[in-house]
């Protein structure tokens, strides 16, 4: 019994693996892609700050298309994401919609942030108005659907919810402080209001991955 046990679980374990491995693969060639068409000049213009926003809300966006396509082909969504079948996929369609709507706001709002004209910035192909526009817009739509779908998540999803978010803040915090520390003391580790979105941003990820990795829920 015990081997049968630590036989699945190592078949878990590389099923995640591959489908870790094949998401990367295709986040990068999409990456690559993204930033072939920017162009160098773009991307130098942007530095490094802005760069690394826009990397991040490419990461929101390509995670909310895997988790559509998905949606739209359950059988072939099945093998990709870290569900059990392509059923868990029917059952749970209209949280994944919601889910996929979250991540293409916020990648879209993200990359329109990094690539919006400002004070040193003025190659930056979208206006700050716009962007500012979308931030706020986003912002409100944001607050009324979390207010509508208050009741639309189970026990569970509440609880991983908390806890990603509890986890994005401790490690943001420590990130942050450390960071700041280090520009005001001289170190030379300039902390910049982009850098600031990036990292909350970012640890919004993480936070969720380490809430769902500690309850065993990443090799499925």
Aim: glycine letters at 14%.
């Amino acid at each position: 019994m015990s081997k049968a046990m630590t036989g699945e679980k190592v078949s878990q374990f590389r099923a995640s693996a591959l489908k870790m491995l094949v998401g990367a693969a295709v986040g990068g060639g999409v990456s690559a892609a993204a930033l072939a068409l920017a162009g160098a000049g773009l991307l130098d213009a942007m530095g490094p700050s802005r760069v690394a926003l826009a990397g991040v809300g490419l990461v929101y966006l390509l995670m909310g298309g895997f988790v559509a396509f998905g949606l739209a082909a359950p059988q072939a969504g099945a093998k990709l994401l870290n569900v059990g079948d392509a059923d868990e996929l029917r059952d749970d369609r209209a949280g994944m919609a919601r889910s996929v709507a979250v991540m293409g706001v916020t990648g879209a709002l993200l990359l329109l942030l990094a690539l919006a004209r400002s004070p040193g910035f003025a190659a930056g192909p979208v206006s700050a108005e716009v962007a500012m526009g979308a931030l706020l817009l986003s912002t409100v739509a944001g607050v009324f659907a979390s207010w509508r779908w208050r009741n639309a998540f189970d026990e569970l999803n509440w609880q991983l919810g908390l806890e990603g978010c509890l986890w994005a803040f401790c490690i943001s915090w420590v990130v942050l402080s450390l960071w700041a520390a280090a520009d005001f003391l001289g170190f030379g580790a300039t902390l910049t209001p982009i850098d600031v979105v990036t990292t909350l941003s970012a640890m919004m990820l993480l936070g969720s991955f380490v809430a769902i990795g500690k309850r065993g829920m990443m090799t499925r």
